[in-house]
């Protein structure tokens, strides 16, 4: 929990970014740093990163984030009201702006604001949320937008890296780097073998050409564990749906 700081006073989130062999930022401004209130009076963290889908921008993050959950529950009652994105203020401080999750329907119901993604079974979420960016400019002056073309494959041991605000860092938020070899596929994620801390959940993966491969959401249960990796593509397929479903199942080939 990073409730003990409250909402302002944190470290410039775009400080201390891994450099390469010429001494410049490799992933810099890529990680946007999310608090979401626990209910309790204090607030737990993740990272998100800002993506341009199907011409349209988003802030992109894991669907468990935000209910402080390994996995995310279609059950919006259980959901915060808003979520909160950080940015860099003067004296090295990041002040965090509300964003709020849902409209109130006609019958009093809450909608969601952001595009998810149902699995088949219709009841179950994927590990995806985004959030659309009505005014990018506000954000993207300040975070670097990722393209989020279709899926590109990775090559079987290719290096993927992960940035994002581990929450074992004091002060928080602060940006550190993981990387490892690409393991392969499970299902639809990408698995690597590498271990993102807490806090790295809804973080942007890069492959060794700087390319955005996908998303982070944590780890499998193998032995030694591997990072699931949502491909860049589902952002894709999340992009159109409607209350999380597909107009058609061939949007996913289209898409993908």
């Given amino acids: 929990m990073i409730g003990r700081h409250g909402r302002e006073g944190f470290v410039d989130t775009k400080s201390q970014p891994a450099e ?8 810099e401004g890529y990680a946007v740093p999310l608090i979401a209130p626990d209910g309790g009076g204090n607030f737990h963290g993740a990272t998100g990163f800002l993506a341009r889908v199907l011409d349209r921008t988003y802030l992109v ?25 950080g940015r860099p203020a003067q004296g090295g401080k990041v002040v965090y702006t509300d964003l709020d ?16 993604l149902r699995h088949d079974d219709g009841r179950d979420l994927a590990d995806i949320l985004l959030f659309p960016c009505s005014n990018a400019s506000r954000w993207s002056d300040v975070f670097s937008v990722i393209d989020a073309g279709p899926s590109a494959p990775c090559l079987l ?18 940006t550190e780097e993981v990387s490892g070899p690409f393991f392969g596929v499970n ?5 690597a073998n590498l271990v993102p801390r807490e806090g790295y959940s809804g973080c942007p993966v890069f492959g060794q050409d700087r390319q955005f491969v996908g998303m982070a ?11 699931r990796i949502v491909p860049r593509g589902m952002l894709r397929v999340a992009a159109v749906t409607v209350d999380g479903r597909l107009p058609s199942p061939r949007h996913v080939i289209q898409l993908w």
Avoid at 104 to 115: M, S
Avoid at 157 to 174: A, S
């Fill in 187 to 191: 299902g639809q994620m990408l698995e």
């Fill in 101 to 116: 999750l849902f409209t109130t329907g006609v019958f009093g119901q809450r909608v969601p604001v952001f595009q998810f």
């Fill in 20 to 27: 390469d062999s010429k001494g410049t930022s490799i992933l």
């Fill in 61 to 85: 993050t894991a669907a468990h984030f935000p209910i402080g959950k390994s996995h995310p529950t279609p059950d919006w009652a259980l959901w915060p009201s808003t979520m909160s994105i």
């Fill in 157 to 174: 041991g290719e290096v993927l890296t992960l940035v994002g605000f581990p929450l074992d860092l004091d002060p928080w938020p602060q």
């Fill in 217 to 227: 959401i944590g780890t499998d249960t193998n032995d030694p564990p591997r990072a």
